[in-house]
């Protein structure tokens, strides 16, 4: 079979429920490919030790483990507990120990087009240097640092620092605001916060010490000693003497030799933190052995990383677990050379991502759903004027990816040739859990598909039992895996409460699944984003799913809106196609519209799930992670006054939203 040939199995119907497409890896992909089929045999013979092997093979030990899992603290595991290492040693020296000091670690791109490469021997020598001067703060093992940072070569060089010391480091992303960066430090009790002035977006320096001089006025915050500044932008500050250092001043006078702690496999490397369905955000708590060694191997065998050859790029800011195991310890535990970017996608234009990948001949990408639904808005001719036959492999994560979305990142973005792998994991599991392989797996449009090898996932029905091919349920992982959560910081009872009660002695993930005939898994969505509209569950991904299907449709949101009737009723929000925008500018073509797309839902899917309303907006409102936030559509669709809006990544989009629907459009 030629290389770009895939199995069409049924082309036309784009939503979950119909999509019956596979594209199995060309023979020469499998052929060259890390993970291999056996993978999956040899993990079944003996889960526990298929770990301990990959922790050997692929991680270097101060002092070997000779104890590979200990589950009798349930739900707590202890992985190679009686082993020792050190993360930075892992992800740096080593590569530098075995003679490849001179392989670059990172291409730095600033969104302003200023550059810089670090090689593996430099990033020793920074890493070193930044280890020395925080201990100079007073800061030691156990102690917690909180990181507020945007994307640049010293928040990667933080971290790794913090791991050195076995100081657990707390990354906070640069968008949150500073109460919600005072709650984390008052969580963590944090010694040390290291910041910026400001960093570059948008083509304007956006401040960053500010929030921090406020978050620090706040309460609970007396633990911490020092702040540590690094100077992106220039702009003006307020300094507070004793407590404020400049990074430049005391990392470059600093000694680049430093002996790394040698910590336990227990030892925690960090804590980040993620919202919960109440409003507390939960310190999800990540140890070192364990969590390296999935990462590393996921990294590893799910992106088939060829070190001496690729150059890999993960989108992700460092304030998400995508950034920390997918840029900052998977790859470099493996050796990778890659790509970390300041900006945003349309800065200063809209081909960026493109420019960059065509620049550094990138052959890795691991971006969001999201991401790729604003590329396809923007229109295909964008990508088509770069280069992007490096690109290899392509990953995806973060939310379902709907069928249109995979088959355009597919055609347009990889060539009809790059395998996809859409990966399922959380800040919770630390590392990727189901997901293809790609060389062996073929893969489906909208399928993270099966659970990694050494993984035990699966769909159980309301009673915990495994639903039927063909079912549908609740996501939950059987067995402990290397980079679980080790708890919630501090609060050892909510972290029981949050995910071992609904199924005792399981861990429900939280999301709504189902198994197709052949048994590979669909995810659907979070629970609470299930809709039960007369007695049937539908799922917001599927509507979605048939409304993005749809040509005039760029992206979609749905939600549930309570009714008297029905329980709650559909009611979906979408963003049209450039060309298509114009006509749903007057009452009439928004109605015509609306009717088109409800008949295409009710077409797709069945008359059950045909929406009630379909409202055309201009965008749509999204966490700084991308998440669409329901919970404010829900407001709209439920005539309530909009909730808080303040963790949106533009708090402009709901005024955008409500202006438009109360003109009539
Ligand atoms: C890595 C990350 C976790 C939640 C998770 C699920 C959703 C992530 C997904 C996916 C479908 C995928 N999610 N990847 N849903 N397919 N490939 O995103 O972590 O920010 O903690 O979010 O994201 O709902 O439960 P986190």
Not at 159 to 171: D, T
Not at 241 to 262: I, N, S
Not at 388 to 412: D, F, H, K, Q, T
Request: hydrophobic share 40%.
């Amino acid at each position: 079979m030629p290389e770009n040939e895939s199995t069409t199995v049924q082309a036309g119907l784009e939503n979950l429920l119909h999509e019956t497409r596979a594209f199995p890896p060309s023979p020469e992909f499998a052929a060259q490919a890390n993970a291999q089929a056996s993978l999956y045999e040899t993990a079944a013979a003996d889960r526990v030790e298929f770990w301990a092997s990959q922790a050997r093979d692929l991680l270097t030990w101060r002092t070997p483990f000779t104890e590979t899992l200990d589950w009798s603290g349930a739900p707590v595991a202890r992985w190679f507990a009686d082993g020792t290492l050190n993360a930075a040693h892992n992800a740096v020296d080593r590569h530098v120990e075995n003679g490849l000091g001179d392989r670059v670690a990172l291409h730095f791109e600033g969104e302003g087009g200023d550059t810089r490469t670090v090689t593996y021997a430099e990033l020793q020598a920074e890493v070193s240097r930044a280890a020395n001067a925080i201990a100079a703060l007073g800061v030691g093992k156990g102690d917690r640092v909180v990181i507020y940072l945007p994307m640049l070569v010293e928040s990667v060089v933080a971290m790794l620092a913090c791991a050195r010391l076995g100081a657990p480091h707390s990354v906070v992303f640069g968008g949150f605001s500073a109460d919600a960066l005072r709650s984390r430090i008052a969580d963590a009790e944090a010694s040390l916060v290291i910041t910026a002035d400001g960093g570059f977006r948008r083509g304007a320096a956006s401040a960053l010490k500010p929030a921090v001089d406020e978050a620090l006025k706040g309460e609970g915050t007396d633990s911490v000693g020092h702040v540590l500044v690094v100077r992106r932008t220039g702009q003006d500050v307020d300094w507070t003497e004793g407590r404020d250092v400049w990074w430049h001043e005391v990392v470059a006078a600093a000694d680049p030799v430093h002996e790394p702690e040698w910590v336990d496999a227990e030892h925690p490397l960090f804590i980040l933190y993620t919202s919960g369905t109440t409003g507390k955000p939960k310190g999800i708590l990540h140890t070192t052995g364990g969590y390296l060694t999935q990462a590393s191997f996921t990294h590893r065998s799910v992106f088939d990383l060829k070190p001496e050859t690729d150059v890999y790029w993960c989108t992700a800011d460092i304030g998400w677990i995508t950034g920390h195991s997918y840029v900052v310890y998977g790859p470099l535990v493996n050796g990778a050379t890659q790509v970390i970017y300041e900006g945003t996608p349309d800065s200063p234009h809209r081909g960026r991502w493109w420019e960059i990948v065509e620049k550094y001949k990138v052959s890795i990408l691991y971006t969001a759903p999201t991401a790729i639904r604003t590329c396809m808005k923007w229109g295909e001719d964008i990508p088509a004027g770069y280069d992007l036959s490096s690109l290899r492999v392509l990953g995806s994560v973060g939310e379902p990816i709907n069928p249109e979305a995979w088959m355009w990142y597919r055609r347009v973005i990889g060539g009809d040739k790059a395998p996809i792998v859409d990966t399922w994991w959380q800040t919770e599991t630390g590392a990727m859990m189901i997901s293809p392989l790609p060389g062996v797996t073929a893969t489906k449009p909208g399928s993270a598909q099966v659970a990694l090898p050494g993984i035990a996932a699966d769909v159980v029905d309301d009673e915990a039992h495994p639903v039927p091919d063909g079912g549908g349920g609740y996501l939950v992982l059987s067995e402990p895996w290397p980079s679980m959560l080790r708890g919630i910081w501090g609060d050892l009872q909510r972290f029981k409460d949050t995910y071992w009660s609904r199924f005792p002695g399981i861990y429900f993930a939280g999301d709504g699944a189902k198994k197709d005939e052949d048994g590979d898994i669909w995810l659907l969505g979070r629970v609470d984003d299930v809709m039960n509209v007369s007695g049937h569950r539908l799922s917001t991904t599927e509507i979605e799913s048939a409304l993005v299907s749809h040509e005039v449709v760029a992206e979609a949101a749905v939600v549930g809106a309570a009714d008297e009737t029905t329980g709650q009723a559909v009611v979906a929000f979408v963003i049209l196609r450039g060309e298509h925008a114009a006509k749903a500018e007057t009452p009439e073509g928004a109605a015509e519209i609306s009717e088109v797309l409800r008949a295409h839902v009710a077409k797709e899917i069945g008359p059950i799930a045909k929406p009630r309303r379909v409202l055309v907006v201009p965008e749509l409102p999204k966490t700084r992670s991308g998440k669409i936030m329901r919970r404010l559509l829900r407001d709209v669709a439920e005539n309530r006054t909009v909730g808080d809006a303040t963790t949106l990544a533009d708090s402009s989009v709901m005024d955008l939203i409500s202006a438009g629907l109360s003109s009539g459009t």
